[in-house]
């Protein structure tokens, strides 16, 4: 039986997990494959830091990526150190030198993907990134290997954990954002530093992997409309509710007249639909094709072993191939179709939209608010006034028809702008089950 060498770059939490799968599960593994696999090297800055679970007196530990990259024995090599650089350098030098490579790097492939790509394809090795999008739901080779018969009408869901469970959380306990964004930092489910997560930036990383493979259409980061939940209130959390939908950050992409959009953004869900029953730190993606339907992927989109399990999938497969001499080849990366669809800018999107504007609880104040609307080609489904409170600004929630987005914006500047509007208005876009 052929032995495959494979070296890991960083021993953090996914790197520990990668190695615990294989302690645990490597037998398993290794009947699948047809192979041995072989954790040659593994290179992290921090030698003696104790991983729980792991030895690593056992462990081939070196202190630089560098001999890793350089070791002719080494024939996989499984990026594991995240953010931009020196990952990037990492992963252009393991595949110029002719090794395949697992990353489960979803920044760096959002922003250098094509170059990566490029890079694979012209020593022709494999590069495999099951682990960069939704942890370890088997979503990326679902879409690239599984739906070549269908033409992909929708790709949407939510891809981040830590979004999910403050939202859960606002919701069924009525809590405030800023406290349970601190409890959620001392479970673990949000990062010291959560900018990446609660302003979006995390799912729109994942979006842009997500419907470039989806759409075989090259779509750009900073062409991806991205909002965060910080501006979420409780009030709009009890709102919803009230109305029949839960508020959950949605990372969409869809095509509509032959366009695609790309957007990231809390959404307004109807409440008896699937992905609304989708709760904490779980997440959940539902594609549709023209042939297939509808498909729903649901599961952990984070965490050690749920992600670990998906370098494993990605790393298995490779190693079976270079096993059995099987090569790399040009459909094994994504790629663009010969006729991509041009990407609808967010201002052309069409959505039916939430509002909740706090104006002075006066006689007219409705009708000035409604006639604007009105002016910009925006109708109403319903209004609901939150309270009474003479001579002050009380909420008055509206829920909309579809409407254009550029035309939202332009009256939602001309509502604020009223002498009886108080303060800025809370809008939100409703899409349908």
């Given at each position: 039986m052929n032995?495959?060498?494979?070296?890991?770059l960083g021993l953090g939490t996914v790197g520990s997990g990668v190695v615990k799968v294989l302690q645990n599960h490597g037998a398993d593994m290794e009947e699948r494959a047809g192979c041995r696999l072989r954790l040659h090297a593994i290179a992290d800055a921090e030698l003696t830091r104790p991983r729980?679970?792991?030895?690593?007196?056992?462990?081939p530990l070196v202190n630089d990526a560098a001999k890793v990259l350089a070791d002719p024995a080494v024939q996989i090599v499984i990026e594991l150190v995240g953010g931009l650089e020196p990952a990037r350098t990492f992963i252009l030098r393991a595949l110029e030198a002719g090794k395949h490579v697992v990353t489960a790097n979803k920044a760096l492939l959002a922003h250098h993907g094509p170059e990566i790509f490029e890079a694979a394809r012209r020593n022709r090795v494999l590069l495999g990134f099951e682990a960069a999008v939704?942890?370890?739901?088997?979503?990326?080779?679902?879409?690239?290997?599984?739906?070549?018969?269908?033409?992909?009408?929708?790709?949407?869901?939510?891809?981040?954990?830590?979004?999910?469970?403050?939202?859960?959380?606002?919701?069924?306990?009525?809590?405030?954002?800023?406290m349970v964004l601190k409890e959620a930092q001392a479970q673990g489910y949000a990062e010291a530093d959560p900018t990446l997560d609660i302003e979006g930036m995390d799912s729109a990383h994942k979006l842009q992997i997500l419907a470039t493979i989806a759409f075989r259409t090259a779509v750009d980061l900073k062409d991806?409309?991205?909002?965060?939940?910080?501006?979420?209130?409780?009030?709009?959390?009890?709102?919803?509710?009230?109305?029949?939908?839960?508020?959950?950050?949605?990372?969409?992409?869809?095509?509509?007249?032959?366009?695609?959009?790309?957007?990231?953004?809390?959404?307004?869900?109807?409440a008896a639909s699937p992905m609304a029953a989708v709760s904490g730190v779980f997440n959940a993606v539902f594609i549709t094709g023209d042939n297939v339907g509808n498909l729903m992927f649901y599961g952990r989109g984070a965490g050690q072993l749920p992600t670990a399990s998906a370098v494993w999938s990605d790393t298995l497969e490779i190693a079976r191939r270079v096993a059995h001499g099987v090569p790399a080849m040009e459909g094994d990366l994504p790629s663009i179709s010969e006729r991509p669809l041009p990407l609808r800018r967010m201002e052309d999107i069409r959505s039916s939209y939430y509002l909740r504007v706090m104006a002075l609880d006066r006689p007219g104040v409705l009708a000035q608010v409604a006639g604007i609307l009105g002016q910009h080609e925006i109708s109403l489904v319903s209004v609901l006034q939150k309270g009474r409170a003479q001579g002050e600004a009380v909420p008055v929630v509206m829920m909309t028809h579809e409407a254009r987005e550029r035309d939202m914006r332009a009256a939602l500047q001309a509502i604020d702008k009223l002498p009886v509007v108080a303060s800025r208005t809370?809008?939100?876009?409703v899409e349908p089950a």
């Amino acid at each position: 039986m052929n032995e495959i060498k494979i070296g890991l770059l960083g021993l953090g939490t996914v790197g520990s997990g990668v190695v615990k799968v294989l302690q645990n599960h490597g037998a398993d593994m290794e009947e699948r494959a047809g192979c041995r696999l072989r954790l040659h090297a593994i290179a992290d800055a921090e030698l003696t830091r104790p991983r729980e679970g792991l030895d690593l007196k056992t462990l081939p530990l070196v202190n630089d990526a560098a001999k890793v990259l350089a070791d002719p024995a080494v024939q996989i090599v499984i990026e594991l150190v995240g953010g931009l650089e020196p990952a990037r350098t990492f992963i252009l030098r393991a595949l110029e030198a002719g090794k395949h490579v697992v990353t489960a790097n979803k920044a760096l492939l959002a922003h250098h993907g094509p170059e990566i790509f490029e890079a694979a394809r012209r020593n022709r090795v494999l590069l495999g990134f099951e682990a960069a999008v939704a942890g370890g739901i088997p979503l990326i080779r679902a879409v690239k290997d599984g739906l070549p018969a269908n033409r992909v009408l929708s790709a949407f869901g939510i891809v981040n954990g830590t979004c999910n469970y403050i939202l859960s959380k606002m919701t069924d306990e009525g809590l405030d954002f800023s406290m349970v964004l601190k409890e959620a930092q001392a479970q673990g489910y949000a990062e010291a530093d959560p900018t990446l997560d609660i302003e979006g930036m995390d799912s729109a990383h994942k979006l842009q992997i997500l419907a470039t493979i989806a759409f075989r259409t090259a779509v750009d980061l900073k062409d991806i409309h991205t909002e965060g939940i910080t501006g979420i209130a409780p009030q709009d959390v009890e709102n919803a509710a009230e109305l029949g939908y839960r508020i959950k950050l949605l990372a969409i992409a869809k095509t509509s007249d032959g366009a695609l959009e790309a957007r990231v953004h809390p959404t307004m869900i109807p409440a008896a639909s699937p992905m609304a029953a989708v709760s904490g730190v779980f997440n959940a993606v539902f594609i549709t094709g023209d042939n297939v339907g509808n498909l729903m992927f649901y599961g952990r989109g984070a965490g050690q072993l749920p992600t670990a399990s998906a370098v494993w999938s990605d790393t298995l497969e490779i190693a079976r191939r270079v096993a059995h001499g099987v090569p790399a080849m040009e459909g094994d990366l994504p790629s663009i179709s010969e006729r991509p669809l041009p990407l609808r800018r967010m201002e052309d999107i069409r959505s039916s939209y939430y509002l909740r504007v706090m104006a002075l609880d006066r006689p007219g104040v409705l009708a000035q608010v409604a006639g604007i609307l009105g002016q910009h080609e925006i109708s109403l489904v319903s209004v609901l006034q939150k309270g009474r409170a003479q001579g002050e600004a009380v909420p008055v929630v509206m829920m909309t028809h579809e409407a254009r987005e550029r035309d939202m914006r332009a009256a939602l500047q001309a509502i604020d702008k009223l002498p009886v509007v108080a303060s800025r208005t809370t809008m939100i876009r409703v899409e349908p089950a």
